[in-house]
């Protein structure tokens, strides 16, 4: 009765653990910039202030580039201590998150990791490329990936140490090759739909907007990089958008203007922000080997981006009744 009871108890601890990782992941969308920078503020009253204005130097004036470039600043600032630590197990089992590889990978080559859908958060672009929780290095050996997020959340103090830490960098054209150029095996992950994707986020819907989105076709072409479709099956299901039709309004506005939209949602738990507890399979498929070009015309990267297109129905055809669509369900392209 007493180990029962002991053994009730360490699962309790456990769902704890789980709910409190996964809350501090999705305040962090919202607290990324305002907690650091007030914690900071803060610190100017004390008589660490020294240490903070160093800090803000040093940021403002040798580091800030390093974020997506390692041509200038210790970029390689990335550490497999954080990448591994025991917490994002938790964050893993709260969904839980699955990674599945379909074919091997050459370490000797550059992969570009294509995440589709985004989703509200694109919980599995973080759960699979930004930590070890699901065994990335495992599946894939001699391969680093270096995952790419948008340019303004480097902009924080303090969060962007921890996201360089878990080898996240900014998803800006130089950005993007700079992490391409470290050498053999160097990857990145990225989410071509982006944003956009967001506004199209439903459960139970297969939805992707990469219809005019080529630039990932072109990086792709100008470093010889191979792309590699990746599926995330339940990506969708985490959230609900707004029913409500001036939000959507409000988003869309966002989207068109600034690049990026404040994340409107309905979850489950915790005033609705918590994500639903749906199984994520995140499934890698067969690369696309495209031809290494320095200037790619316009009509070689819609070639490419057609190929892709199929490369990713493919994908998604051949593992979506066993993820959850019925046989009849099609991928779209928005």
């Known amino acids: ?86 917490m994002w197990n938790y964050f ?6 699955t990674l599945i590889k379909t074919v091997d990978l050459d370490p000797a080559r550059n992969y570009i990791f294509c995440y589709h859908p985004h989703g509200v958060f694109a919980v599995g672009v973080f759960a699979n490329f930004a ?35 878990l080898g996240a960098r900014s998803v800006t054209t130089l950005g993007c090759r700079s992490m391409l150029a470290r050498g053999k095996g160097h990857s990145i992950a990225l989410v071509p739909g982006g ?10 819907e297969a939805k992707t907007a990469i219809r005019d989105r080529k630039g990932f076709v072109r990086l792709a ?10 599926y995330g099956f339940g990506e969708n299901d985490l959230y609900d958008r707004p029913k409500s039709s001036f939000l959507r309004r409000f988003q869309q506005y966002c989207t068109n203007k600034f690049g990026m939209c404040y ?3 309905q979850g489950d738990e915790l005033a609705r922000m918590l994500p639903r507890r749906r199984p994520l399979h995140t499934v890698v498929g067969a690369p696309l080997d495209v031809p290494h070009v320095e200037n790619p015309t316009k009509e070689t990267v819609e070639h490419w981006h ?26 779209e392209f928005v």
């Open 131 to 165: 930590t070890e929780a699901t065994g990335f290095s495992e599946l894939f050996p001699g391969l680093t990936i270096w995952c790419m997020t948008m340019p303004v959340v480097f902009a924080a103090p303090v969060m962007r140490e921890w996201l360089m830490l």
């Open 92 to 97: 893993r089992d709260f969904f839980p998150v």
């Open 1 to 86: 009765m007493l180990t029962t009871i002991k053994h009730l108890i360490s699962l309790a601890e456990i769902e704890h653990y789980k709910r409190g990782i996964v809350t501090i992941f999705v305040l962090s969308f919202f607290c990324a910039h305002i907690v650091p920078s007030v914690f900071l503020v803060l610190l100017m009253l004390t008589p660490l202030a020294p240490a903070v204005i160093l800090y803000m130097a040093w940021l403002l004036v040798f580091d800030w580039k390093s974020s997506y470039s390692f041509l200038f600043g210790p970029s390689a600032r990335r550490s497999e201590y954080c990448r591994t630590a025991r």
């Open 263 to 265: 994340p409107f949602f």
């Open 195 to 204: 944003t956009r994707d967001m506004l199209v986020a439903e459960p139970g």
């Open 306 to 331: 057609t190929i892709y297109l199929e490369k990713l129905t493919e994908l998604f055809d051949e593992h979506k009744e066993k993820y959850g669509y019925a046989a009849d369900k099609e991928l």
């Open 221 to 230: 072409l100008e470093n010889g990089s191979s792309l590699v479709p990746v």
